[in-house]
Structures are given as structure tokens and as C-alpha cells.
């Protein structure tokens, strides 16, 4: 097949810088180096011990089913009462849409929600999956610009704005926020859909981040927009990237549009995956030791990185990131990774994959590894930058 077959959307849509990073580490490994993986948000530790018993017991069982479209009833009900325990938000588990992973939480919404040529307000830097998603689909991502000097949070009048210059058909946050760590308070995200509600367009609130914050608390878009789409996954929180499982939560007439969609397009869940979750809201105490286990790794980087050089960075409420303004030490952040990976052996991604306006000068550093990963890093960082 030539290149002249290639549609227009694999073509334009770009590549997931993060993934790309963590491919070349992953060639240098093979050659035989020893890499600090520190470029995509992979937990260095196990799912919890009832998720990994919970998925022993189905295999053990021997058939592992198609379930329904919008996932087993007995997560959808386990996940609602989530909503309630941590949130004090009644949840109808009707409303509560399983799905693999939160990307295809993502595509469902938006293929229920916008058509081709709709305008998204999506932020920037943000998650870069959400404007190349929404291109793949021939939907318009527009950014929203971010700054520093507002924590890189989204206000109202920023979305007004934006709105008066170029009719918004939705608009999308996320908090705690990917690559910043921002937490958007309680107040401002319910000023955001208030907001979208005034100016008559969804709401799409992304949570897959909640239960990881220091300090500042996470509120879900549902307690003050009872019609905000929920995203949000096991992926993080629960240590369960590869398990592939995350949820919606939708308002009641988006349910069986998001039904049927997800009935073509996937099918169901995965059944293993779906089983071994709704055991994963009961290990708190695991998940709290993930969390502390990041808060010292974030203490450690935050302390260490500016005495080499590093110390233009947002000190992160939630998640388990760092984004690094480099430009005191290179004019170019690709070029500073891909050395950093080379003479350091540190992966970690440029700034250009969550914003390719401004994101020359930047550096994104997780801290989803092990301590010993994070205090590695810091050492060889430290002789690299001598």
C-alpha cells in the first residue's frame, strides 16, 4: 500500500510524543543500558491485592464473557456508590458507563456529543490525546491558553472569552491536571460549569487523577453540574494502566447514545478487567500508601531539581507530574530529552506534546516510580549537569 491510501486523519493526526520517548528508552534498554523511566504516568507498583485476588478468582472460574455494552451491573452500582462515599453525590448506576480505559471514555463522548466541525475548548498545555482524539474524529480542538502566573487553572471569563471570539460547541478540564498537577478548587470548577451551562454547551470534566493531591482538595464536576460527563479510570489511582478498564458518568439521555455507540465500537469491556475493579474501591489502605509514596517522591524532586537547575516549576497539587521550564539550562527541550536519555539515561518528555505553541522550553518529569527511581534520577541529573 502507498502513502497516497493513507487517510487524511492518519496522516494529520500527531504522534503521542510520550509513547515515542518511552519506545527509544525502551531501545536503549534493549541494547543493553539501564534507563530512569520518568516520561509516561506508569505506577511503579502492583494493583492492589483485592484487584489481583478478584481477577485470579474470574480466570479460575474459566470463561471470561462479553457483559453487557455499558459494562457489569455490579460495577456500575459499585462505582455510583463511590460517588457517594467519597463525594456525597447520589449517582443513578444507570448513569455509570464502563468502558476501556478512559480513551475510549473519551472517543464515546465525544462522537455522543459534537459533530464534525464542532469547536472544543481543550487546554493547553493539557493531555494530548484530547486534540488529537478529537482530530482523528474531525472535530476542532481549540486551546485554551493556560498560564503560570493563574496555576494553569481555566477560569470563566477565560471560556467567555474565548466563546465571544469563536462559538464554542464544548468545553473540557481536567483536575487534577496532566501535565501540571493543577487542582482546580471546588469554587472555580463550579464557576467553569456554570459557565458552560450559561453559554449552552457540555461540560466534559476529566478525573482520572482524582484521589492523588497534596494538600489542596479534588471535588467532582457533579456536585455543583449534575449534567457534566464524568471521565475517569482505575488507570492511576488504583495502579491499573494495563488492565484497560475506566468509567463515564453521563447524563440520563446521553445513556443509550453512548450505549449503541459503545455496542459497535467495542462491544463490551473487558470481563477480567471489570470483575478485578469492582474490588479496587475497598484497598484504601494500599491506595493511601501509593499516594504517600508519591507525595514524598514529589517532595524529593521538588527539593533537589531547582539546585540543578530546574527550579522554574509548578509544584504540582495532584497527579504525579513536573513541568519544568528548561530554558535556563537549553534553548530546546526535545533536544535537552533526547540527550538526557542518551548521555543520562533519564526518559522524560518534551513540553511540546501538551502544548505546541509554548511547549519548546519545557520538560515534563513523572514521578509515578519508586523512590529509588526518583533519587537515581536526581543523582544522575546531578553529574550530567555539572
Request: charged fraction near 20%.
Amino acid at each position: 500500500m502507498t502513502v497516497s491510501h493513507l487517510s487524511r486523519r492518519a496522516a494529520t493526526v500527531a504522534p503521542f510524543l510520550a509513547m515515542d520517548v518511552m519506545s527509544a528508552a525502551a531501545a536503549r534498554e534493549r541494547s543493553g543500558a539501564h534507563v530512569v523511566h520518568m516520561e509516561v504516568g506508569q505506577p511503579s507498583g502492583p494493583a492492589p491485592r483485592a484487584v489481583i485476588a478478584a481477577a485470579r478468582g474470574a480466570l479460575e472460574r474459566g470463561q471470561l464473557p462479553y457483559t453487557e455494552a455499558l459494562g457489569l451491573p455490579a460495577l456500575r452500582e459499585r462505582i455510583a456508590r463511590h460517588y457517594r462515599d467519597t463525594h456525597g453525590v447520589t449517582v443513578a448506576p444507570g448513569r455509570v458507563v464502563v468502558t476501556t480505559g478512559s480513551s475510549a471514555g473519551f472517543v464515546l463522548a465525544f462522537l455522543a456529543l459534537f459533530d464534525a466541525g464542532a469547536r472544543v475548548a481543550v487546554p493547553e498545555p493539557g493531555y494530548p490525546a484530547y486534540r488529537n482524539i478529537l482530530r482523528a474524529l474531525d472535530i476542532d480542538p481549540v486551546p485554551l491558553r493556560l498560564r503560570a502566573e493563574n496555576r494553569f487553572a481555566p477560569t470563566g471569563a477565560d471560556v467567555r472569552a474565548f466563546h465571544a471570539t469563536g462559538v464554542l460547541s464544548g468545553l473540557l478540564v481536567m483536575s487534577p491536571a496532566n501535565p501540571t498537577g493543577t487542582v482546580i478548587a471546588p469554587d472555580r470548577l463550579a464557576e467553569l460549569g456554570r459557565t458552560a451551562r450559561d453559554l449552552g454547551i457540555p461540560f466534559i470534566s476529566d478525573e482520572i487523577y482524582h484521589g492523588l493531591s497534596y494538600g489542596l482538595p479534588t471535588d467532582t464536576a457533579l456536585r455543583s453540574e449534575p449534567d457534566a460527563v464524568i471521565i475517569n479510570s482505575f488507570s492511576k489511582t488504583w495502579s491499573m494502566t494495563g488492565w484497560r478498564i475506566g468509567w463515564m458518568v453521563v447524563p440520563e439521555a446521553l445513556v443509550r447514545p453512548v450505549e449503541r455507540l459503545a455496542q459497535n465500537l467495542f462491544i463490551s469491556p473487558p470481563y477480567l478487567s471489570q470483575v478485578a475493579a469492582t474490588a479496587a474501591f475497598d484497598a484504601h489502605e494500599e491506595v493511601e500508601a501509593t499516594r504517600a509514596g508519591y507525595a514524598a517522591n514529589r517532595s524529593l524532586l521538588l527539593d533537589a531539581l531547582p539546585g540543578l537547575g530546574l527550579g522554574r516549576i509548578h509544584p504540582a497539587d495532584g497527579a504525579f507530574y513536573l513541568y519544568a521550564d528548561v530554558s535556563p539550562l537549553a534553548d530546546d527541550a526535545s533536544a535537552f530529552c533526547r540527550r538526557m536519555l542518551a548521555e543520562a539515561g533519564v526518559a522524560a518528555t518534551p513540553g511540546l506534546d501538551f502544548d505546541p505553541v509554548e511547549g519548546g522550553h519545557h520538560v515534563r518529569f513523572s514521578f509515578a516510580g519508586s523512590r529509588d527511581d526518583c533519587e537515581e534520577a536526581v543523582r544522575r541529573l546531578r553529574a550530567w549537569l555539572a
